[in-house]
């Protein structure tokens, strides 16, 4: 199956260079560009692409407006490209359901990777953006998400949470637990539906917060 991209950012050059590096990976197509957030409406809703790959200060209407217009009409998946500072633009998308943030200067194999796990229906963070997050959320900056139904999670599904915060992905997480992938899919959505969240990103946000992300878990086999 090939996932298909939208890349949306208002730089040429770098929206030419992401567009590249992805129509070269296998099992990837980039299907268009746009060069603000209106413009990757309008063709997300042409195109149908599976991921946008989502800059957020873009002029006009920007990256996190538009992302919570694709995630509102369900027109895709959003992954986040961000700077290394941790903005308002950040906490808005994550707020929004953005699927994965990653920096600009991520690394090509990284990038096909995240775009792929995106359209897979997983999460992504950058480990910078996560300590920011994290960070920005403790120090009261951000909107943390409020973990109401945390108690009613059983012991299985705090497990997967848990996992969620160390970074697995499904296949890892299935492996870790001794589980089948469709099972751990069951579970994840359980977990934001007890928890009322929108992405894992979230809930990656909130086991890290909680504590729930065991030393333990953050090395994936």
């Known amino acids: 199956m090939t996932v298909t991209v939208l890349v949306a950012d ?7 260079g992401l567009a590249m590096i992805l129509d070269n990976a296998e099992g ?12 990757a409406v309008r063709q997300a809703r042409a195109l149908r692409p ?16 538009a992302t919570r217009q694709l995630l509102a009409e369900g027109l895709s998946e959003v992954l986040v490209l961000t700077t290394f500072d941790l903005d308002e633009y ?18 090509a194999p990284r990038l096909i990777d995240a775009v792929k796990r995106v359209a897979a229906g997983e999460g992504v963070l950058a480990p910078e953006v996560t300590r920011r997050l994290i960070t920005a959320y403790a120090a009261g900056r951000g909107p943390t998400p409020v973990p109401h139904g945390l108690e009613t999670l059983t ?27 469709t099972t751990v899919k069951t579970h ?10 929108r992405s894992r990103v979230q809930a990656a946000i909130i086991a890290q917060e909680n504590g729930l992300a065991a030393a333990d878990l953050r090395e994936p086999p």
């Open 10 to 16: 208002d730089h040429t050059a770098i929206r030419d």
């Open 188 to 197: 994840v959505s359980r977990v934001l539906t007890k928890l009322d969240l």
């Open 90 to 107: 950040v906490d808005g998308a994550l707020q929004a359901g953005a699927a994965g943030f990653l920096l600009k200067s991520v690394e």
């Open 155 to 181: 012991e299985r599904e705090r497990e997967v949470l848990g996992c969620l915060g160390a970074g697995l992905s499904n296949a890892q997480i299935a492996t870790r637990l001794y589980i089948g992938e």
């Open 50 to 65: 599976d991921v946008t790959l989502m800059d957020v200060r873009m002029p006009g209407t920007d990256g996190i407006t």
């Open 28 to 39: 990837v197509r980039v299907v268009g560009q746009a060069a603000d957030g209106a413009a």
